[in-house]
Every structure is written in structure tokens, then in C-alpha cells.
């Protein structure tokens, strides 16, 4: 790899020197673009490591923008209450305190975060506190209809796209103890 480099750079190095060289003769001969063909075309070619079919696990089937953003699939954190729906995709950060869960996940397409969204509008036991929409990125809130002193007893956060991602999808889960 180093002999490559330094013929690499030889070459580069006699293709500068030729062109101040024919620079400051007779601009009746003009050899230099016949000197830079037959360098570039005795230039030894550069080997690349192609990445191994299949790709990383921790990888695979994540979006590019998953990828490119540094994201990787996680496991998701036990006791996630069942009756609340998940998108089709992947996680890409799961974490649990307490009863509340903050997830990040990778979508299979956008149709699956809007299908999580439909179904909590579907619902007569959650009702919508807040949509709105902003360069491509939607977010809803929905509170649960049970109360306590504090006011609902679980609030529902969403987040559909991100930017430069439109698969990303935020989904928050509060739960607030009695």
C-alpha cells in the first residue's frame, strides 16, 4: 500500500514539474496533455475493501439515514405494556425508568409510524393534547382519560420523522405512579 502511495505521488510530483517546465517554453509545443494521459494511464489501481455480504447485525435492515447517524439495533427494555401498539421497524434506543419508556425507532417506512398514530386517535381512552407539523416532522401528544391528582395517569409522545430521516420515529411513554 505504501509503494502505491509513493508511485502515486512520484507521478503527480513529474506531472507538476513537466507542466512548469512546458509552461516557460515556446507555446508552439504542447506536450502536456499526452504526458498526463500516459501517467494517469500507467497509474497502478487502488484496492478497496468491499464490505462483507449480509453487512453488520447490528445494522442490518436499518435505513441509510440510521446508519449514517450512527445507530445501531437495540433490544427493547422489558414490561412494555402490551395493549400499546409498536411500529414495524427497529429500535435504536430503548431505555426504561421506571414505568415510562423513551424508544427511538428505525421505520420500515413512514406508513408504519402513521398507523401508531391512527390507532391512538382511534382510541376513546386516549384523546389528543397536541399535533403539529413542522418541516416534515410531526409530533402528537395523547393523555390517557384516567387521572390522578397530577392529572393523566400515562401521556403518549410521538414523533414522526426527523430531519434528514423520515423513518425516524420518537415514541415516549410517561407514566405517572399513584
Not at 18 to 46: G, M, R
Not at 64 to 75: F, H, L, R, S
Not at 106 to 115: M, R
Request: aromatic fraction near 8%; glycine fraction near 8%; hydrophobic fraction near 35%.
Amino acid at each position: 500500500m505504501h509503494a502505491r502511495t509513493s508511485i502515486g505521488l512520484t507521478s503527480v510530483t513529474a506531472l507538476v514539474t513537466l507542466l512548469t517546465l512546458v509552461a516557460c517554453s515556446s507555446p508552439a509545443i504542447d506536450p502536456v496533455e499526452d504526458i498526463a494521459e500516459n501517467i494517469v494511464e500507467t497509474e497502478p489501481d487502488v484496492e478497496v475493501e468491499a464490505p462483507e455480504p449480509g453487512g453488520d447485525p447490528a445494522t442490518k435492515g436499518l435505513s441509510p439515514e440510521a446508519i449514517d447517524g450512527g445507530y445501531t439495533i437495540v433490544k427493547m427494555p422489558s414490561g412494555w405494556p402490551g395493549e400499546l401498539p409498536l411500529p414495524d421497524g427497529h429500535p435504536v434506543t430503548a431505555m426504561r425508568s421506571g414505568s415510562s419508556f423513551y424508544l427511538v425507532y428505525d421505520l420500515s417506512s413512514v406508513k408504519a409510524g402513521e398507523e401508531v398514530i391512527a390507532w391512538y386517535e382511534s382510541k376513546s381512552d386516549w384523546t389528543l393534547e397536541e399535533d403539529w407539523e413542522n418541516d416534515g416532522v410531526r409530533v402528537t401528544t395523547f393523555d390517557s382519560v384516567e387521572t390522578n391528582d397530577y392529572g393523566p395517569l400515562r401521556r403518549v409522545i410521538l414523533g414522526l420523522g426527523m430531519t434528514d430521516w423520515p423513518t425516524g420515529f420518537q415514541y415516549n411513554l410517561e407514566v405517572r405512579e399513584d
